[in-house]
């Protein structure tokens, strides 16, 4: 299986961007406001980027 990366600039916002299977955008520029994902997609490699702040991974071995 192929992995698709996503990766946004993370802003100190509060919005999180579901990754779908319809999802065709996995880029997201700092004016997008976007700081977290969501996805159940088996196929997604999450990039994150941090500085000041400590990041939190939730897994779900059942789903």
Do not use: C, W
């Not at 880029?27 to 999450?46: C, M, N, W």
């Amino acid at each position: 299986m192929d992995k698709q990366e996503v990766m946004a600039f993370q802003t100190h916002s509060s919005n999180v961007k579901i990754i779908s299977e319809d999802t065709a955008k996995y880029y997201y520029e700092k004016d997008e406001y976007i700081d977290g994902f969501l996805t159940k997609r088996k196929d997604i490699t999450i990039f994150t980027f941090y500085a000041d702040f400590l990041p939190i991974f939730v897994y779900d071995k059942e789903n």
